[in-house]
């Protein structure tokens, strides 16, 4: 009888193509390009008229493996893997997008996504709208205006601020405009964005899908067609394509992510449980916790609270960095989804270039630090956060 495989099967055993020498592991296909029998054939690949590979930029087979994996994963008809988050991210829109076009996007963004929307993409002509993610209202208001693409980040980086998939997909569909949903912090486990009404989503693999610190990567996902007549034009015209070793390395992070997300979620909801209950700990924010304020909403559209929080030191900058520099367990780094600790200070790194006043408005405090919890046991690094969090 067949039956669906179970995530975790499908982890470990989708897309798979073994080599006639049937190797136990995937194939690392390390090249860039591929030969031909007779120039007919060569002909015939490239006239799409004959199966095949025939240049690593627009297809290897260790990539394709890794894109069938996401795409099982995910729900989606197709996945198409980028070089790195960021890649996916500006071929995602550069690839929609067009002179005269109106973009909307919640306020909370990676700094890099920012800089797209607000460094880059008003050179071509592309005008861009901000808002707060979390104000059903703003995003009603902003889409009056005709627009071609919606852009959110959920939960957001560094805050853990929310946004209403649903409610943003129906009125970014009722105003014609197509939504692109960033799912690094919430991970292909946590939240299902496709089915929540978005069009595309978009990752980092860098993060939890590769989740050990080794290499970069990016995949989008969606419907075949989209991704076909739009995505992949772009991608294989300007070259963003990742590294087959990459692909590999991220082929055998999948193989672990349940496990990884499943645990590190447990620790990061216990983290934050100690947090909120310190005496020196001035605010904890993890959608996790009943004291988030869109915990409600968090319940609907997550399976758990993610592997990421933040926390309010109090005392300023000053503060913050103190308690950093006192981390010996947590080490001082900006990635997340990785299996060791990392604490980062957003307010100077990964968010230092936008101006402070819409910072502020961001809700990145000079006291945040953003924890991105790890493998590691519990008690070792509840008891480095205590340590740390002296007067
Ligand atoms: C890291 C990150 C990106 C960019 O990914 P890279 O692989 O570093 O290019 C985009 N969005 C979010 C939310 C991220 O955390």
Known sequence: MATTPGLRTRLVQEGIVRSPHGETSEALYLTSGFVYAS????????????????????????????????????????????????????????????????????????????????????RFGIAVTTVDGTDLGAWERALARPTRLVLLESPGNPTLELVDIAAVAGLAHAAGARLVVDNVLATPLLQRPLALGA??????????????????????LGEHRLIEKTLVP?????????????????????????????????????????????????????????????????????????????????????????????????????????????????????????PEAERAAMGIAEDLIRVSVGLEEAEDLIADLDRALVP
């Not at 980028?82 to 973009?103: E, F, P, W």
């Not at 693999?205 to 590769?210: E, L, S, Y």
Request: hydrophobic share 45%.
């Open 39 to 122: 120039a007919a054939e060569a002909a015939a690949r490239f006239a799409g008229e004959a199966e095949g590979y025939t240049y690593s930029r627009l297809g290897n087979p260790t990539l394709r493996m890794f894109e069938r994996r996401m795409a099982a994963l995910e729900g989606a008809e197709v996945a198409i893997a980028t070089a790195s988050g960021m890649a996916a991210v500006h071929a995602v829109l550069m690839a929609q997008l067009a002179a005269g076009d109106h973009v909307v996007a919640s306020r909370l963004l990676f700094g890099s996504s920012h800089y797209i929307l607000h460094e880059i993409l008003p």
């Open 234 to 354: 772009y991608l294989k015209h300007t070259g963003p394509a990742l590294s087959p070793f990459n692909a590999w390395v991220l082929l055998k992070g999948l193989e672990t992510l349940a496990l990884r997300i499943d645990a590190q979620t447990a620790t990061a909801a216990r983290i934050a449980a100690f947090l909120e209950g310190h005496p020196r700990v001035a605010r904890v924010l993890y959608p996790g916790l009943e004291s988030h304020p869109q915990h409600a909403l968090a319940r609907r559209q997550m399976r758990g609270g993610g592997t990421v929080l933040a926390f309010r030191t109090g005392g300023g900058r000053a503060r913050a960095f103190s308690v950093l520099d006192r981390l010996r367990l947590i080490a001082i780094s900006n990635n997340l989804g990785d299996a060791k600790s990392l604490a980062t200070h957003p307010a100077s790194t990964t968010h230092s270039r936008i």
């Open 199 to 220: 069009d595309l989503v978009v990752y980092s693999a860098t993060k939890h899908i590769d989740g050990q610190g080794r290499c970069l990567g990016g995949v989008i």
